[in-house]
């Protein structure tokens, strides 16, 4: 489906090559986690245990990757979720992502910390991009910025809940990494030796969180500011103002998932934040069966948190979402190799589906959400 030309055959590839492109304080933002980093090997092993039962003898030489999700159709059961500061993996890494969505017809999702404007994504992706909002500041500073989108022609937003405060990522605290950067004597070492990513990067603009700016423009952002705004209150509210389709992101409980519902959510976006939250939280994937029992079989979810390459997305569609997201991978492949990275990891991912499928005996991505993939989950 994309162009080969590049050194990426896996996530694994891509994490590999961003280690030594990437400055170190940038390469530990995309990778840190929470605490001791359990909760994100444990997402990853979760994905390990979960085996899949081959099917024979089944004609599957016609196979499609198209799917639907919100009344959006997509040519892949996959998008990228929202991260923040995606320019720091490469100039121009929204952009990058923007033109791919359209290209390769998947969506995308503009964080409320991206390092490009609520507009300007419009302009690029128009409805290939999602807005993603974090409650900050205030009330009516996180409104406005609803607002914004509305009035940029977002169709759907997220609301991400599993914030209320951001956890303590150690190698973020050991490496000084905050937003504005501020240039200690090793984040200048750091950057120093890594000089190609400094040259490209850092001169195409020094990335920072781009609609956060005050009316003087100054960055407003404190990353370490409290987001527990995001109550049940404000959703009610943001579910009243927001016309459009209305995603709740970062549900792990089941009680907290039929409420969710109840209160007139259009999708639950099932997550543990890949780790970065709650380092004892349980693997996403083993809860996602569990969401699914307690919404029922038509409501939508998407899942992400350890998704590593296209095998682990047909166990998040066998064990009940309709869709998936990537985060790390998707970084990584751009820090790895820029568009050429992303290009060859998407790729990649659609390519290991495709095979899977043929394995399972199905033609179509509605095969394995009825389940007959289903096999030796880890409960
Ligand atoms: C994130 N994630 C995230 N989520 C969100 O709702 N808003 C955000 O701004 C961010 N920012 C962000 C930055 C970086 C660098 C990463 C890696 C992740 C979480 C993201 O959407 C997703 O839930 C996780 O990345 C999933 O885990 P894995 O699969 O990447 O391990």
Redesign the pocket.
Known sequence: MFKKNSYVFSTEDARRIAHKRLPKMVYD???G?AGREVG?SR??AAFDNIMLQPRVMEDVSERSLKTSILDQSFDMPFGV??????NLACPNADKILADLANKFDFPI?L????SSSIEDMGDWAGSHAWF?L?FSASEAASLAMVDRALKAGYETL?L?V??PQVSRRIRDLRNGFNLPFSMTPSAFWDFATHPKWSLTTLLAGTPSPKNFIDDNGKIRFNRNGNRAGANWDFFKLLRKKWPGKLIV??VTSTDDAKRVKNLGADAIYV??????QLDSVPPAIQLLPLIREAVGSDFPLLF?????NGEDIVKALALGADFA?????A?LALGAEGVAGLSALLDCFCEDISVVMAQLGMKSINDINAHTAYSFATR
């Open positions: 933002f995309i990778e986690a994100v997402n990853e979720a929202p991260m923040g500061m995606c999702c964080s409320s910390a991206a993603q974090y997220i991400t599993d914030v992101k970062g997550s543990n934040h890949g780790g970065r992400d948190s350890g998704i590593r997201m990537i985060g790390r991978p970084l």
